[in-house]
C-alpha cells in the first residue's frame, strides 16, 4: 500500500493516479505518524477502502511531505561501494571507502527535522552558502517504538519506505571538518525533500535490490542499485537501536551512491527528479533565498 500526506484531503491511500481519502479511520488532524502507530488496527479497513476504487485524481502539487515532523532523521555516510567513474556499474562513482564497515557505522549523523520539505518543493539556497549538492538516498520510515533490535529481527520495526534527497551545502563555513560539520551543513531548511508517499513494506520485496535515479535538468545524473550498501538496512538499525529509541516515524536514509566529485553543484532554476523502483518519483526545483 501507498501512502500519503495530502494538503486538501489529509491522509489518503494513492492507488494508481488517484488518491483515496482514509476519512474517518482515524480522528480529525491526525499525521502519518498516528496512522503508523495504529496501522496495524486499521490495515484492513484501509484495504476494504482501496478495494472500493474510486477517489480522487492525483496532482502532485497537492502532496506534502509524508512524514512532517519526525523525532529524529538518522543519515548514513560513505555507505556505497562505489569504485567506479561510471553510471553503468550502479555500485556508485568515485573512490571506495578506506575506513571498516564498523566506523562507517559510526559515521552515521543526524539531521533535524525542521529540514524536511515536500515532494515537489523547491530546495532553497541559503544565503550564505552557495555550493549546494543532492544526494539521492532511499529512506526507511520506522513503524513501532524499537530498542536493541538484532540484524535478526530488525526488518520487523520498518514501516515502509520513501525518498530523501540528503541536500548538503559543501562550501559551507570555516570548518576543515568535513564530518564533524554534517548536520550543519545538511541541516538548512529545505534540505531533506521527502517523497512522494510511503510505500509499506509488504510493498517492496527487496529493499537492497532497487534502482536509484536522479535527472537534473533531464539528464540522468545519478544511477545506482541499493544492493551496493556497505552496511545494509538491518545492520544499520540494529547499531542505531543500541544507541537510542527508535519512534513510529523516525527516519533513516540509507547513504548516496555517488562521492562528491561525481555529484552536480545546484543553481537557481535547475528541476531534479528523483525516483526509487518500487516507491516512486518525486521532483523539486532549486530557487535562492530571497
Known amino acids: 500500500m501507498k501512502l500519503a500526506t495530502t494538503k486538501s484531503h489529509g491522509l489518503a491511500i494513492v492507488q494508481n493516479d488517484l488518491l483515496i481519502p482514509i476519512g474517518g479511520l482515524l480522528p480529525s488532524g491526525s499525521t502519518m505518524i498516528d496512522l503508523i502507530e495504529r496501522y496495524q488496527d486499521i490495515k484492513g479497513k ?113 514501516f515502509g519506505y520513501t525518498i530523501m534527497q540528503d541536500v548538503t551545502a559543501r562550501g559551507f563555513g570555516k570548518s576543515k571538518n568535513m564530518g564533524g560539520t554534517r548536520s550543519v551543513r545538511k541541516g538548512f531548511e529545505t534540505f531533506a525533500p521527502i517523497g512522494p508517499w510511503i510505500a509499506t513494506a509488504d510493498e517492496i520485496a527487496d529493499p537492497h535490490n532497487l534502482w536509484m535515479k536522479l535527472w537534473i535538468n533531464g539528464e540522468l545524473a545519478q544511477s545506482a542499485k541499493t544492493d551496493a550498501m556497505i552496511n545494509d538496512i538491518p545492520t544499520q538499525l540494529s547499531f542505531l537501536s543500541s544507541v537510542t529509541t527508535l519512534y513510529p516515524g523516525d527516519l533513516l536514509t540509507t547513504g548516496n551512491p555517488d562521492s562528491p566529485e561525481f555529484q552536480a553543484k545546484l543553481k537557481p532554476g535547475d528541476v531534479l527528479k528523483s525516483e526509487i523502483e518500487g516507491i516512486g518519483a518525486m521532483n523539486q526545483g532549486v530557487a535562492k533565498e530571497s
Open 46 to 158: 484501509l484495504a476494504d477502502l482501496a478495494a472500493k476504487g474510486g477517489g480522487i485524481k492525483l496532482d502532485a502539487k497537492e502532496l506534502k511531505p509524508p512524514v512532517e515532523r519526525p523525532s529524529k532523521i538518522y543519515a548514513a555516510a560513505g555507505n556505497y561501494k562505489r569504485g567506479t567513474g561510471g553510471l553503468d556499474a550502479a555500485v556508485g562513482r568515485g573512490s571506495a571507502s578506506t575506513v571498516s564497515p564498523d566506523e562507517l557505522l559510526e559515521n552515521i549523523f543526524l539531521k533535524p527535522s525542521s529540514a524536511i520539505c515536500g515532494p515537489e518543493d523547491n530546495i532553497v539556497i541559503p544565503k550564505n552558502a552557495e555550493s549546494i549538492f543532492p544526494e539521492l538516498e532511499l529512506c526507511v520510515v520506522i513503524g513501532k517504538r524499537s530498542r536493541h533490535l538484532t540484524k535478526d529481527n530488525a526488518m520487523s520495526a520498518v
